[in-house]
């Protein structure tokens, strides 16, 4: 009698192959359960630093608002001083601008032997006035040294 057929199995060639595929599979499920500590191991790993990057993220947004609030605020007022800064560019454009240094040094140069005179003047008059101050002061011991007539 000849030996009994198997039925064939949709998908595969024989059944070698289909009970290869059952090792396979099996081999897979006994080291499902170490996959899975390992895999929880490194999440329990993972967990803290992913919390501090949801807190990071949260400050940065906070941080981000209150700028462009900050930003939302000056805008309006660096806006309006636009006009102001562009007409103070071409005041400082002016070529008369260039110029004033070299009439502050002209103005200086005529000044400064007045005020150097002036000096000379006050020094003396100084001088003076403490001379004068002493004979004052002479004059008025001699008269009061000097005897006075009963």
Known sequence: MPPPT??????FSSWNEYARLLQAQNKMLETLPGTLLRLTNVLERIAPAANDAVETVSNSRR???RVDALIDEL????RDLIPAINRVTEILNDPAIAEIPATI???QAEANPILDGIGSVRHTASSARARGRRMIDGAVRRVRRAPRPD
């Open 6 to 11: 198997f039925p064939s199995m949709p998908g």
């Open 75 to 78: 805008e309006g007022p660096i």
């Open 105 to 107: 040094a002209r103005v």
């Open 63 to 65: 941080v981000t608002e």
